[in-house]
């Protein structure tokens, strides 16, 4: 009987697919990681002076990009659902308890159900607390709370309590902030913030049946964002397959199995600038090689 020849090719009898949840690029859907419209305790007034806008703060458990924003109203004026389109949204390091550095701005893009959406990028670059303006031409009436609320937010994400204004300025641009309140009051703003969607991402093994014992199998991870990769065999770090750098690509990871039985493989995968996600395992079959012929 002729045999089947093995080397370290990876003719694929089967191919399995394990998920990785990762940071997907600006084009993907967007995901709410703040949610701060559960509850409407009344309507806060704004005047038309974009730099004396009023700002509310909130804390992020790590680095991000802000994608989009949700606001409620309880009123809008004097254009009706219209006057959305003069507002802008900014964002804002913190400095002591008010507002510090401008980190950049969001822009009006819909409006439906006393609801205006607001797009764009905004990097918040660490762990911390920031705070959101809203900056207007056209005084608007908006939702404020008088308790924390974040029922539907990701874990680390909150508001806080405290809104201050724009003491001085002109245009767009505020020389200083003064707090609302001495101490500043429980006041804040009904709003939700959005981050980069999660996609799902696919890693492949060429022999997952009949991987046979001493030859080389390979891995294959596939994600549509940058960051860095390991692959595990069984728990442990693949030799020669720890953080490898994946750019809008594939990366590979060529495995040899030492051990017959079931090896449970999994990757981490760590996104730029992202917190670490980790696949969902596949069981992979490895058989010593007198068993294929």
Same mark, same amino acid.
């Given at each position: 009987?002729?045999?089947?020849?093995?080397?370290?090719?990876?003719?694929?009898?089967?191919?399995?697919?394990?998920?990785?949840?990762?940071?997907?690029?600006?084009?993907?859907?967007?995901?709410?990681?703040?949610?701060?419209?559960?509850?409407?305790?009344?309507?806060?007034?704004?005047?038309?002076?974009?730099?004396?806008?009023?700002?509310?703060?909130?804390?992020?458990?790590?680095?991000?990009?802000?994608?989009?924003?949700?606001?409620?109203?309880?009123?809008?004026?004097?254009?009706? +659902?219209?006057?959305?389109?003069?507002?802008?949204?900014?964002?804002?390091?913190?400095?002591?308890?008010?507002?510090?550095?401008?980190?950049?701005?969001? +822009?009006?893009?819909?409006?439906?159900?006393?609801?205006?959406?607001?797009?764009?990028?905004?990097?918040?670059? +660490?762990?911390?607390?920031?705070?959101?303006?809203?900056?207007?031409?056209?005084?608007?009436?908006?939702?404020?709370?008088?308790?924390?609320?974040?029922?539907?937010?990701?874990?680390?994400?909150?508001?806080?309590?405290?809104?201050?204004?724009?003491?001085?300025?002109?245009?767009?641009?505020?020389?200083?902030?003064?707090?609302?309140?001495?101490?500043?009051?429980?006041?804040?703003?009904?709003?939700?913030?959005?981050?980069?969607?999660?996609?799902?991402?696919?890693?492949?093994?060429?022999?997952?049946?009949?991987?046979?014992?001493?030859?080389?199998?390979?891995?294959?991870?596939?994600?549509?964002?940058?960051?860095?990769?390991?692959?595990?065999?069984?728990?442990?770090?693949?030799?020669?397959?720890?953080?490898?750098?994946?750019?809008?690509?594939?990366?590979?990871?060529?495995?040899?199995?030492?051990?017959?039985?079931?090896?449970?493989?999994?990757?981490?995968?760590?996104?730029?600038?992202?917190?670490?996600?980790?696949?969902?395992?596949?069981?992979?079959?490895?058989?010593?090689? +007198?068993?294929?012929?």
């Amino acid at each position: 009987m002729k045999r089947k020849r093995w080397g370290s090719s990876t003719a694929s009898l089967a191919i399995a697919c394990l998920l990785i949840n990762s940071i997907a690029p600006a084009n993907a859907a967007d995901q709410i990681a703040l949610n701060n419209e559960n509850v409407c305790t009344g309507a806060w007034g704004s005047s038309n002076l974009q730099w004396q806008g009023p700002a509310s703060r909130f804390t992020i458990p790590g680095a991000t990009t802000i994608t989009k924003a949700t606001l409620s109203y309880a009123l809008l004026s004097p254009n009706g +659902s219209s006057s959305y389109t003069s507002q802008t949204i900014v964002f804002w390091t913190n400095s002591g308890s008010l507002p510090g550095t401008k980190l950049g701005t969001l +822009s009006p893009v819909s409006y439906s159900g006393l609801q205006a959406t607001f797009t764009g990028s905004v990097a918040l670059a +660490s762990a911390g607390t920031y705070w959101m303006q809203i900056q207007n031409t056209n005084g608007s009436q908006f939702c404020y709370q008088n308790t924390v609320n974040n029922t539907g937010s990701s874990a680390g994400w909150s508001t806080q309590v405290g809104i201050a204004y724009g003491s001085s300025g002109s245009g767009t641009t505020p020389t200083a902030f003064t707090a609302f309140g001495t101490p500043q009051s429980a006041y804040q703003f009904v709003y939700s913030l959005y981050t980069p969607g999660i996609e799902t991402v696919s890693a492949t093994a060429a022999e997952y049946l009949k991987a046979p014992k001493g030859v080389v199998d390979t891995l294959t991870a596939t994600t549509s964002t940058s960051g860095r990769l390991t692959f595990f065999a069984n728990g442990k770090k693949i030799a020669n397959c720890i953080n490898l750098a994946v750019a809008s690509t594939s990366r590979t990871c060529l495995w040899r199995p030492t051990v017959t039985g079931s090896a449970r493989i999994f990757v981490n995968f760590t996104p730029a600038g992202g917190s670490m996600v980790t696949s969902t395992p596949i069981l992979v079959k490895v058989i010593n090689r +007198s068993n294929l012929r």
